[in-house]
């Protein structure tokens, strides 16, 4: 008869031991390989980033970071393959303002919310965009471009690398504060925009820094002005929009890593730790700043502010410019 109690009293400490040992499973995050999603296919500027960032995360981790490219529909298969995973840490989205500010402006049904729908991780750069010009264009300057264009209403254009991109937002939102018509010719990907550029079938575009530079070498396009609030540090002699007149031209393109969300606290907390070690990194900031990014963490916070911030702006531009993901 006095078994039972004992036999009570032994279940317990066992149920006890159990919880005790799945709470250390849980702080003792990671204890398996994590993947990270990368919503464009692979070769291009945010794959390339990313797998930088994979290499050294895996190392602040203690496990390794592995890359799953699930691109298609502007970022939309790979973003709302995230958000519906198991918000255990283990899949992760690193992905641009595309996902979280530009869709939402330009997508009436989202399979994903952007705000709601993910717990922001950080920010682990930013990369410019800049406005260029084919070289036997007469024009050098903002100004220049901006007589040029006035010129000739509606007669000239310009190449973004696809509709609904930042490049399109950039470019409209010049063409706004200068108030000027051109046509706008999107390309699907930055390389063959830039080669029509340089073959003068377009005569400007906007583009990514990153994707400038080597191009800018050839000497067949040039420069006219980035659209940040600061020069970029790879192209110094390069004037901001804001310097040449129009300062209230910020617009660049981020990028950030997230979960799904509902993260464990602890789990979240080891992630940001570790993205910011990742960041911080010496060899691996100079990885990113050679590919034309500028290295900069940002915690969850400052995202989800940033993210809170853009996305209404973004939606002006939209409404403004007729943009639409059609």
């Known amino acids: 008869m006095n078994r039972l109690p004992a036999l009570a009293s032994l279940l317990l400490m066992s149920c006890l031991g159990l919880a005790s040992m799945a709470g250390a499973a849980e702080t003792g995050f990671p204890t398996r390989p994590v993947t990270l999603v990368i919503p464009f296919p692979p070769g291009g500027a945010t794959d390339v980033n990313a797998r930088v960032i994979a290499q050294r995360l895996g190392k602040e981790l ?12 502007g970022t939309v298969i790979g973003a709302s393959y995230v958000s519906k995973a198991a918000p255990d840490g283990y899949t992760l989205l690193v992905s641009s303002g595309t996902t979280f500010t530009v869709n939402p402006a330009i997508r009436a049904n989202l ?20 406005l260029l010009a084919n070289s036997e264009v007469p024009v050098k300057t903002v ?43 999107p390309y699907k990907g930055s390389a063959p925009a830039m080669t029509d550029l340089m073959g003068g079938q377009v005569p400007f575009s906007i583009d990514t820094v990153s994707a400038a530079i080597p191009q800018l070498k050839s000497g067949k396009i040039k420069a006219i002005a980035v659209t940040t609030a600061k020069r970029s540090t790879l192209l110094p002699d390069v004037p901001t929009m804001a310097e040449s007149g129009y300062p209230d031209i910020n617009m660049d393109s981020w990028l950030v890593v997230s979960a799904p969300k509902g993260l464990p606290a602890d789990v979240k907390a080891k992630l940001e730790k570790a993205l910011a070690a990742t960041v911080a990194d010496a060899d691996t900031r100079a990885k990113l700043t050679a590919q034309g990014m500028e290295p900069a963490f940002s915690n969850s ?3 989800s502010e940033l993210i809170n911030k853009e996305l209404p702006l973004m939606r002006a531009v939209a409404a403004r410019a007729n943009i639409t993901a059609d």
């Open 111 to 130: 399979p994903y919310d952007p705000v709601k729908g993910f717990d922001q991780i950080g920010l682990v750069g930013r990369v410019g965009l800049i």
């Open 143 to 185: 100004k220049q471009f901006v007589d040029y264009v006035k010129a000739s209403p509606g007669k000239y254009s310009y190449a973004s690398y696809g509709t609904g991109t930042t490049s399109q937002f950039a470019g409209e939102t010049i063409l706004n504060a200068a108030g000027l018509k051109m046509t706008h010719v």
């Open 62 to 73: 203690g496990q390794p970071v592995v890359i799953e490219n699930r691109a298609g529909a």
């Open 301 to 303: 916070a400052a995202v």
